[in-house]
């Protein structure tokens, strides 16, 4: 019997790492796109915008601004890779483009539809690039502390992602408890 997919995107972000063999890091983002069959292009774009992703004959293609600091084309890519490994229907239909830092966006009950569509997608990158597993691993114990700016830039520099996207992870699990 066939084992049912998650929907919940930390569990497919997981799931994607195991299935393409990856443990160690910093999470190697572009092969995770590249292991999906998805082509990553980075191309100078206006500022605001981070990233986009679509569908062209049967090939994921997903656009990433040149023009941002590593860190947050990383975590581009890897929300990009959120939608195709959750929404793949909704980049099948369209452009689906992506304005602003989506880290920013906080879960709400009352968000949209399509916000829901960003959060999730922000969940499985946060999930992509901060695995559970290796965020205990690197903590080994030590209680999570998030004005400690040393070692939370430490890190940052071990998991290659921004401090806010370190400090979002991490509230995110001590919400959890
Ligand atoms: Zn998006």
Do not use: I
């Given at each position: 019997m066939a084992r049912k997919q998650s929907d919940d995107p930390e569990a497919r972000a997981e799931e994607t790492l195991a299935s393409l063999n990856i443990r160690s890091l910093p999470i190697p983002v572009e092969k995770v796109a590249k292991g999906l069959g998805a082509q990553v292009r980075f191309s100078p774009l206006d500022e605001e915008l981070s990233g986009m992703i679509f569908i062209k004959d049967g090939v994921p293609i997903i656009g990433v601004?040149?023009?941002?600091?590593p860190n947050r084309q990383r975590f581009t890519i890897s929300h990009e890779i959120g939608h195709l490994v959750l929404h793949k229907d909704m980049i099948t239909a369209e452009v689906h483009v992506d304005k602003g830092f989506p880290i920013l966006m906080r879960d709400a009950i009352s968000a949209t539809g399509t916000q829901q569509l960003e959060i999730a997608a922000n969940r499985f990158a946060s999930a992509l690039l901060m695995p559970m597993s290796f965020l205990k691993q690197a903590l080994a114990g030590k209680s999570i502390d998030i004005d400690d700016e040393k070692s939370l830039e430490a890190l940052a520099k071990k998991f290659r992602v921004s401090r806010q996207a370190l400090e979002y992870r991490m509230r995110k699990l001590t919400e959890l408890g």
């Open positions: 601004n040149a023009l941002h600091h």
